[in-house]
Every structure is written in structure tokens, then in C-alpha cells.
């Protein structure tokens, strides 16, 4: 095929004429540089070796390190190089050996000058959990391209070291391409003024270039300032991009668009209409967007689609751009929300809103036209699977946390990567397809919370715990079929190094969540404590259950009773027997009057570990009893009895699933046969967890194609074809088709008890499988969920053509 045609067909249309192969090139994605991550360079909780607190940034063009609690800004200065995956994995010495950077901001009151310097000095007062619910360092949008946050509380003080009554606020705003430094002062006869410097690179205000400096600004108006990495690229702003967004399927058909120079973005307003998400379990948003350029330059066209104060299907939603004629093109997405109420209703930042963002570059004189989509409940009849950054903002820590969910109604599995509410590393767990908290018998709603867990609770032999340290998220796929996010980092001590795949698969039976552990030791690791994983996090564990299981592939192990909580071990270092291991946690303590509650399970699918210099075959398991609110117990991943210290080139590979398990067939009022049967006959038991470690398994072949991972299941293709037949499975099985050259024309075939038909889930129309591009290979994945076979020789046989 000519690369003009390949690329044609990518996904999008759009041309400057009416020939096909000259509609949009796959130039016009977002770029392997297009890409912006934050995180604590040290730690939420630690300092650099100066004692400061240090926020870092990078993107796929430059890196950035500030010092917020001190109002400095570190260093600034281009970085390139890395790719989104690779760079959440990196050290802190790149953006650490930048130059240095400063930003200053002053306010004029009346004859006097009044310099910040310094900023969220109520953090040094902070006590108990209800002053963290203000905290002033705020991560607002935190995603694949934008990275917003405030910092609240600047001081202004003079030469005679007189302080200025009245506080400001300070936006950074980094997107792949640009910074901007956003002022603002509580003070109506305050004139602002910003200044930043970065080496010999140009500075540029909004809208011009200047010599690293800005006017005093007016009473009343915010002072910003802009660093872009790249020469001109201020002519490269969307300010004069033509709009077109039209809705497909709601009463606002034209909706409204506007650029906003302070944050870099251009908006398109979406219908604001509230709606309810038990009456709309379908629905699909489709927005038919034009955009034109008509500048002889290429623009780079920071997308951003909002709704604005509704909260219909705020917990769960996946936005897409498919072409017109509803193709997935595979453009990557963030989603960034809020829906905790804010603490003051004159807060910038009020909630409820969700922003939807993507970049995209537009060559000079050129049309585009394709559909913006955002599916929230079902994709294709079955709940869709979703994971991203909910903003805290009105909730209190104001850090990042990140939400998976099946469907839109209420969040199924938390992540607080930072632990900044210092409880676990995975926070809440709700069960789906149950009857709600509400008390009565209601249908897609929230429903009660049986988190949480946590990752790697490595205590050394003086009794700290040594937290994760520079943890950078990635969000390489958001669903709808399959997500896929990364958290990167290492420990405080630097001694082990850590990498966490976590990822939720759309299904209509269980919430389950499959989690890849990869830790590192650097160096020499002794410890007073060590837990790989655990299920009931140390701080986080108000659940209570009666009873415990052990089992394997093949059965039941042992199952007992136990004593709740006293901060202990109750049973330690025992060694799983099977090539699948699994614990059930079962006859859940809960008030039937505030809704059902959930059993929770955990399955270790594969595992390779080397511990203290010597292969370990096996996971081992402990039992410790939690103290959290209510007494309780956990179970862990740990160490083998007698070990006290890793040595360097020690490891742990693990693949860890988590399962939040309907306790009774009269709970769960989803479509799904299977469990409702396995309820019915092992509920409120081990049963249904020692079901889902083996029937569940699934062991693929491939006839046309190449095999390239089994957790998920991913074949490459063959010259766009592939086929392979998948033994076992429960509910819907998780299947990657790797290696497509476009999503054009793709169809799918299930052979099942030797009769083929054509597969299509399709509510919509192509409203079934997920497709992602992958920008180094310039390939496409394509995602499906296939009915299991959970009946006969349990085979099926799925097939894919197409993608050319």
C-alpha cells in the first residue's frame, strides 16, 4: 500500500481537497513528544538534599523543577529524547542537571514593591486529617498532556521585610510544547507584575515575545508569562483555528468554542444538559468537529472538550476521536474530573466539571473533520472499562488520585500512587452489578466500599517505612475494553526500584483489576518488615471478614478462622503449592440495611522472584492482623520464612489479580449466567474465587499470526490477519491484535463447536473494540473483549481481518 494511502486511511478525515489520499496524514497525531508528566521528585513526604520540597515536570520538549513551598523555580530548560513510556521511568537526573530558572513575581501597592517569596506555609501547621482537606499544593489536570496545578497562600513582602496583607495564587500550566506561569492576588489595587528567565532561551508573554519580563498588569487582571522550548513557537497558538463542533445527539446542537491564551488550551463546550445514568446506561456523546487552519503556519491545536457543572457520568467515561464514519482512530485521550464539592464556592476551581484533552497539529491551509465520542456506561452492551485522574479539590490532600470503574456507576478501584492520605497505595473497592448503598434495591448506582490494599510496604530495621519516592504515572490506554496505566518509581533509600502495569478489562460479571509487579534491588536491603503486596492495606482495612482460604488451580488448601486485628502476624511465610495460587476472604461482616457488601479474593497468575541471592519458585503468603477503624485481617505477598535482608539483583515478576466478589446470587442483578450460577451454588464461600483461578485461566493458540503476551492475551498480526483459539475463560476474555496498519475495515469472526459467525457487539456501530496507536512502530493495537466458551471443550476461535 503508498504511505499516502496507509495514512488515509489512519482514521481521521480531512484534506484540503476532495482526494482521498491526501486526507490527514498520521502527522497530525499527537507526536512522540507530545506528552506531559508531574510527580514529587523526592517523595510526596521527602526533601532534597537542601531540606526542599521539589515538583517536577517533564515533557516530551523540556523538564522543569520548583521548589513550591519556597516559590523558586529550580531549573528549566528543553530535554528530549524519551518517549511517554520510557520517561515515567526514568531518574530525576535529567530534569535535576537543567539549568538553572527563576520566576519572580511582584506586586505594586500604591509606592511599595512586594516580591513572593515564599508560599503554602500552612502545610508546616498542618495536624490531622481535616486540615489536609485545604491543602495548597493542588494538582488540578494530571494526564498524558497536561499538567495543571496551583499553589496557594503566596506571600508578598517588601525590601523592609513588611508583609503584604493579602495572599495570591500561582497556576503552572504545562502542556507538551509550553509552560505558562499564571499570577493572581486577592487585592483590588494591586498592580502584578512576573519576570521569568531560563538561560539564553526567549521567554514569551502570551501573545508576543518579550524580554523576559511583563508589564505591571491592572487592578484586577492576572500576570502570566510563557517559556516555549522551541523557536516561534508563539505562531504556533490555535488563537485563529476555525471551529465547527456540532452535537450529534442532544438538544445544544451547536455547541460553543473559544481559545484561551492564558492556558494554552482550546475549548469546546459540551452540553451541559444533567442527565441520569441509571435511565441511560447507552449512552454515547457524538460531537462532529471541523477544525481549519488558515495560516501558512502549523498550529498545534491543544484540544480540550468540558462539561461544566453536571455530574452524569462523571465516575466512569471514555473519550475518543473517531472519523466520521466512526472508526477508532486511536488517538490517546486524558480525562481529568472533579466531583467533590469545593470547599468555597468562589474557588477557581468549583466542581463538578470533566475536561477531556488531546493535541493535535494541523499543517497550513488545511481542513480536518471527525467525531468526538465519550462513551460512559455500556460500550457495545457491556459495561465499558475506564481509568483516570479525579481532581480532590473539595476533598481534601489535593494530590493525585486516580479512578478505574466499569460502567459510570461509582468508582470500582482507586489508586493513590503517593499515598499523600497515607492509607495504601490502592484505596477503595466497590463491587458492580450489585443492588446499591443507597439501602434499597437500586440499579447503577455506587455501591459499598471494601478496599483497600497496598504495594510494597518495605519497613527498614529502624521501624520507617520507606515510601515510594519519584513515582511518575503513565496513561497508556484508557479503555474502553482494556486500560493500561503505569506508576513508576523507586524507594526513599533508593534501594529498590518500582514498576506497577495496572489494568481493568470491561466485562459484565465481577470488578476485577489484574496488576503487574515489578520491584529491583539496587543495593544491599535489609529490613524489619517486607510485604511484596497486600490485599487490606495496614492503614486501610475497615472491612471485616470471618473466614479464610488457600487454595490452588486444583482445589482447596485449607480454609479457617481467625482472630481480628492486634497488629500482628497471625500466620506468616506460607508457601503456595500450585502454578496458580489464590485466598479468599469471605463471609463479609456488613449491615444489610446499608446495601450488600462484597467478598474480596486475590489470584497470583504468574510469579519469578530472586530473594536474598537464591530463586524463590513460589509465592508465599502471611496473614496480618489490620487495625484500621474496625480490627480485621489482611493478607500478603512476602517474603520466605528467615529472610531479613534482598541483596542487589534481587527481583519480584508478578502478576497479581484482585477480585471484589458479589457475596449472594440475590445481590448481583447483572446479565451474566455463569456467576449468578456459581453464586447460587458456593455463596458467601471460597468457591467462587477458587472458580475464577480456574476456569478463568486461559491458554491461547495462534494459527495465523505470532504470540506475544498471555496477561493479556496480544497476538501480531500477519499481514493484518490473525487468528487464535483460546482454551478456558470466564465472562468476556481481554484479546490485543497488535501490529495493524490501520483500523480501516476491520472484521471479526468467532468460531465456536465448529460453527463461524461474524462478531459484532455493536450498540452504536463499531462501539465494541478499543484501538490504540502505537507512535513508535506508527502501528495500531486493536483490543476486544470474546465471550468465554464456559461450556463443551470450552474452545472458541477468534479471528481478525482487515486494517488495510
Same mark, same amino acid.
Given at each position: ?37 508531574? &510527580? ?61 530558572? +527563576? ?30 482537606? *485545604? ?21 508578598? @513582602? ?41 538561560? /539564553? ?6 501573545? %508576543? ?24 513557537? @508563539? ?16 438538544? @445544544? ?11 494554552? &488550551?482550546? !475549548? ?10 441509571? +435511565? ?5 456523546? $457524538? ?18 472538550? =468540558? ?57 497550513? %491551509?488545511?481542513?480536518?473533520?471527525? =467525531? ?43 489508586? =493513590?500512587?503517593?499515598?499523600? $492520605? ?11 452489578? @450489585? ?10 448506582? &455506587? ?67 489484574? %496488576? ?76 444489610? !440495611? ?11 497468575? /504468574? ?130 491484535? +497488535?501490529?495493524?496498519?490501520?483500523? *480501516? ?6 468460531? $465456536? ?52
Amino acid at each position: 500500500m503508498m504511505l499516502t494511502s496507509m495514512l488515509a486511511l489512519a482514521g481521521i478525515v480531512g484534506s484540503q481537497t476532495a482526494d482521498r489520499t491526501s486526507a490527514i496524514a498520521v502527522d497530525r497525531y499527537p507526536s512522540l513528544q507530545d506528552y506531559a508528566q508531574s &510527580w514529587w521528585a523526592d517523595g510526596w513526604r521527602g526533601t532534597d538534599p537542601s531540606g526542599r520540597r521539589v515538583l517536577a515536570f517533564q515533557t516530551g520538549h523540556y523538564g522543569m523543577t520548583i521548589d513550591p513551598e519556597h516559590m523558586q523555580l529550580l531549573a528549566l530548560g528543553p530535554l528530549s529524547g524519551a518517549s511517554y513510556e520510557s520517561a515515567a521511568r526514568e531518574v530525576n537526573s535529567a530534569v535535576r542537571s537543567l539549568g538553572e530558572a +527563576s520566576l519572580t513575581i511582584t506586586a505594586r501597592v500604591r509606592d511599595q514593591i512586594y516580591h513572593v517569596v515564599r508560599a503554602a506555609q500552612s502545610i508546616k501547621k498542618m495536624k490531622d486529617y481535616r486540615d489536609y482537606a *485545604n491543602y495548597p499544593i493542588r494538582l488540578i489536570e494530571g494526564g498524558r498532556y497536561l499538567q495543571r496545578w496551583d499553589i496557594l497562600e503566596l506571600e508578598f @513582602v517588601n525590601d523592609l521585610g513588611e508583609k503584604l496583607d493579602a495572599v495570591g495564587r500561582l497556576e503552572i500550566v504545562v502542556w507538551p510544547d509550553r509552560v505558562s506561569f499564571v499570577a493572581h492576588i486577592n487585592l483590588d489595587n494591586a498592580f502584578l507584575s512576573i519576570r521569568l528567565k531560563s538561560g /539564553s532561551k526567549t521567554v514569551s508573554g502570551i501573545g %508576543h515575545p518579550f524580554a523576559g519580563t511583563r508589564d505591571f498588569v491592572p487592578p484586577g487582571q492576572v500576570a502570566s508569562v510563557s517559556y516555549y522550548p522551541r523557536d516561534g513557537s @508563539v505562531d504556533e497558538e490555535a488563537q485563529d483555528v476555525i471551529v465547527s463542533a456540532t452535537n450529534l445527539n442532544a438538544p @445544544v446542537k451547536q455547541l460553543k468554542a473559544d481559545f484561551d491564551p492564558l492556558h494554552g &488550551w482550546l !475549548k469546546v463546550h459540551m452540553d451541559e444538559t444533567e442527565w441520569d445514568e441509571a +435511565s441511560d446506561v447507552n449512552r454515547l456523546d $457524538q460531537i462532529r468537529v471541523s477544525l481549519e487552519n488558515p495560516s501558512s503556519k502549523t498550529k498545534i491545536v491543544r484540544l480540550l472538550f =468540558e462539561r461544566d457543572q453536571t455530574v452524569g457520568g462523571l465516575t466512569g467515561m471514555v473519550p475518543m476521536i473517531r472519523s466520521v464514519a466512526g472508526v477508532p482512530t486511536g488517538i490517546p485521550m486524558q480525562v481529568s474530573k472533579c466531583w467533590p464539592k469545593a470547599h468555597e464556592k468562589n474557588d477557581i476551581e468549583y466542581s463538578p466539571w470533566a475536561r477531556h484533552i488531546t493535541v493535535l497539529h494541523l499543517p497550513p %491551509h488545511s481542513k480536518t473533520a471527525f =467525531e468526538f465520542d465519550v462513551t460512559y456506561g455500556m460500550w457495545g452492551g457491556i459495561p465499558g472499562a475506564s481509568q483516570d485522574q479525579l481532581c480532590l479539590i473539595g476533598w481534601g490532600f489535593n494530590g493525585a488520585w486516580d479512578v478505574a470503574a466499569l460502567g459510570c456507576w461509582g468508582e470500582s478501584i482507586c489508586y =493513590e500512587a503517593e499515598m499523600s $492520605q497515607d492509607r495504601g497505595f490502592i484505596d477503595d473497592f466497590r463491587p458492580v452489578l @450489585v443492588w446499591s448503598n443507597s439501602g434499597s434495591k437500586r440499579k447503577w448506582f &455506587w455501591t459499598n466500599n471494601v478496599g483497600g490494599g497496598d504495594l510494597l510496604v518495605y519497613i527498614d530495621p529502624s521501624g520507617l517505612r520507606q515510601h515510594f519516592a519519584r513515582v511518575r504515572t503513565a496513561f497508556l490506554e484508557h479503555g474502553p475494553n482494556l486500560t493500561h496505566v503505569l506508576y513508576a518509581g523507586d524507594t526513599q533509600d533508593g534501594n529498590i526500584q518500582v514498576s506497577i502495569d495496572t489494568r481493568t478489562p470491561r466485562s459484565d460479571d465481577i470488578n476485577r483489576a489484574v %496488576h503487574h509487579i515489578r520491584y529491583d534491588v539496587l543495593k544491599r536491603t535489609p529490613f524489619s518488615r517486607l510485604a511484596f503486596y497486600q490485599l487490606g492495606a495496614d492503614r486501610y482495612n475497615d472491612s471485616q471478614f470471618n473466614r479464610l482460604a488457600m487454595g490452588t488451580e486444583n482445589g482447596l488448601t485449607e480454609e479457617w478462622s481467625f482472630k481480628k486485628g492486634g497488629s500482628a502476624y497471625a500466620r506468616k511465610g506460607i508457601q503456595g503449592l500450585g502454578a496458580t495460587n489464590w485466598v479468599s476472604l469471605h463471609e463479609a461482616v456488613y449491615d444489610p !440495611k446499608a446495601g450488600p457488601s462484597a467478598n474480596r479474593g486475590l489470584i497470583v497468575r /504468574s510469579w519469578k522472584a530472586r530473594l536474598g541471592g537464591k530463586d524463590v519458585p513460589r509465592p508465599f503468603f502471611s496473614f496480618f492482623g489490620t487495625e484500621d477503624q474496625r480490627p480485621s485481617m489482611n493478607v500478603e505477598l512476602s517474603p520466605p520464612p528467615g529472610l531479613t535482608e534482598l541483596l542487589p539483583g534481587d527481583y519480584v515478576d508478578a502478576t497479581v489479580e484482585v477480585l471484589t466478589m458479589p457475596m449472594f446470587a440475590a445481590d448481583y442483578y447483572g446479565p451474566n449466567k455463569g456467576l449468578r450460577e456459581a453464586l447460587r451454588a458456593g455463596e458467601n464461600t471460597w468457591k467462587p474465587i477458587l472458580r475464577e483461578a480456574a476456569e478463568a485461566a486461559v491458554t491461547p493458540s495462534v494459527s495465523i499470526g505470532r504470540l506475544v503476551g498471555t496477561l493479556p492475551i496480544e497476538v501480531a498480526v500477519d499481514k493484518d490477519r490473525a487468528a487464535v483459539t483460546l482454551l478456558g475463560g470466564l465472562a468476556f476474555i481481554p484479546i490485543r491484535f +497488535s501490529g495493524l496498519q490501520s483500523c *480501516n475495515n476491520l472484521k471479526f469472526f468467532l468460531t $465456536q463447536s465448529g460453527k463461524r459467525a461474524a462478531f459484532d457487539q455493536s450498540t452504536h456501530g463499531q462501539d465494541f473494540w478499543q484501538a490504540d496507536r502505537d507512535p513508535i512502530a506508527g502501528t495500531w493495537t486493536v483490543t476486544l473483549n470474546v465471550p468465554a466458551n464456559e461450556s463443551g471443550d470450552r474452545r472458541i476461535t477468534v479471528e481478525l481481518t482487515g486494517g488495510s
